[in-house]
């Protein structure tokens, strides 16, 4: 989410997402949760963040960054956003350097917000994964089925899509375990379901790993902003944008999928001195060095245009 008025108008789905609907999705199926994930480590959210960088624009200059995604083997950094000058379900997939310099883009239009992304590497290509076939004519539709596409800078995406017609889907990827989660509305409520990565190429969701409601967070109202996965646990981020520090109410959310609970939460200031500061988005990287790290986007902006910046955890427990 970027624009105040597009915020105000939004408040379900993977935009804003009121605490009543968070508390619906989290108690309306509790106990339903069934998950078979091995275990694993966890991140510490309560550890400081570190920079990768700040105040880079996209090519998309009018528009804040929204879910993000890295290829873990082919070392790429992908970032979607709206496209300029049109309805706010047409997209923009960025390939970022590292240090934020814009390397490509490709376009998918009617795609959905754009809310979280994944991707897949075949050989050295990039394979995106992404909602599509959104839902609404109008701005801020909401895909209705996931898109597998090859990224090509300036390319058209030849697209392969899968569960469609499904409502308000997103989806991430574990790119050090070859996993897809996905996020979609399941009889009124949000679940996430988390599949193996080859399965899901294939076209064979039959098989899931886990299956569970999202949960119930009650500490303040939950403005729902992207999420990631690693191992046996999925992380949220939720929070709103703000020009003033002390407004700051953006918390990361560590939940168990073997049992679809909260295992941690924590607020977190990462970027605190960004102006109009908004949070957007949460990917998984594991670097050359083998340091495993829980990556933070946030949005911000001066003037007309908007800025990408990025910051990560690196301590697991």
């Not at 050295?124 to 996931?146: F, I, K, P």
């Not at 574990?174 to 009124?188: A, F, K, M, Q, Y």
């Not at 409601?213 to 690693?230: I, K, M, R």
Request: glycine fraction near 12%; hydrophobic fraction near 35%.
């Amino acid at each position: 989410m970027h624009e105040l008025s597009r915020r105000a108008a939004l408040r379900a789905g993977g935009g804003l997402v009121a605490a009543t609907a968070l508390l619906g999705a989290g108690v309306a199926r509790a106990g339903a949760a069934t998950g078979t994930v091995p275990g694993s480590q966890y991140f510490d959210l309560t550890q400081p963040s570190y920079d990768l960088f700040r105040g880079k624009v996209l090519h998309e200059s009018h528009h804040v960054m929204q879910g993000f995604t890295f290829d873990n083997v082919n070392r790429r950094l992908f970032v979607v956003q709206a496209q300029n000058g049109t309805s706010g379900d047409d997209l923009c997939v960025n390939q970022l350097s590292f240090d934020g310099q814009l390397l490509g883009a490709m376009h998918l239009n009617g795609a959905g917000h754009g809310v979280s992304i994944g991707v897949e590497a075949v050989g050295s290509d990039s394979y995106v994964w992404m909602e599509c076939d959104s839902d609404s004519t109008g701005t801020d539709g909401r895909g209705t089925a996931l898109a597998r596409f090859k990224f090509v800078n300036g390319g058209t995406p030849s697209v392969k899509k899968f569960l469609t017609g499904s409502k308000t889907i997103t989806c991430a990827t574990d790119p050090i375990n070859n996993r897809l989660l996905v996020r979609r509305s399941e009889n009124g409520a949000f679940w996430f379901s988390l599949y193996s990565l080859a399965d899901a190429a294939a076209g064979n969701f039959t098989r899931p790993l886990a299956h569970f409601p999202q949960p119930a967070l009650t500490d303040h109202t939950v403005t729902f902003q992207g999420y990631a996965v690693y191992g046996q646990y999925l992380y949220t981020l939720d929070g709103t944008g703000h020009d003033d520090p002390a407004d700051i109410d953006s918390y990361v959310t560590c939940v168990d999928m073997n049992t679809g609970t909260v295992k941690s939460r924590a607020f977190t200031k990462a970027g605190s001195t960004l102006v109009y500061r908004e949070p957007e988005g949460l990917a998984i990287y594991r670097t050359v060095a083998g340091e495993t790290r829980l990556f933070l986007g946030f949005g911000s902006r001066d003037g007309v245009d908007r800025y990408a910046n990025i910051f990560y955890k690196n301590v697991l427990i």
